[in-house]
């Protein structure tokens, strides 16, 4: 997220702020900054349904989704 975050695809920083608050979780590690960061995305449509298609197997994506 540091290195090329800020040029990636706003969908492609969903999924992996997405996967970073799932491993926080299992983890037991705080998950805010991530959500913050996940929450302050503007996804269209069209990105939320990739990363709901992609990541729908987690539990609690519809919670960190804004």
């Known amino acids: ?3 090329h975050g800020a040029d990636a695809p706003v969908v492609e920083r969903g999924i992996a ?4 608050i799932d491993l926080a979780t299992v983890l037991g590690e705080p998950t805010d900054p991530w ?3 996940l929450r ?6 069209d ?3 990739r990363i709901e298609s992609e990541l729908g197997h987690l539990p609690g ?3 960190w989704l804004p």
């Open 61 to 63: 994506l519809q919670e």
């Open 1 to 3: 997220m540091r290195r």
């Open 17 to 20: 702020l997405c996967n970073l």
């Open 40 to 45: 302050g995305l503007e996804l269209s449509t």
């Open 47 to 49: 990105d939320r349904q």
């Open 35 to 37: 959500a913050t960061d």
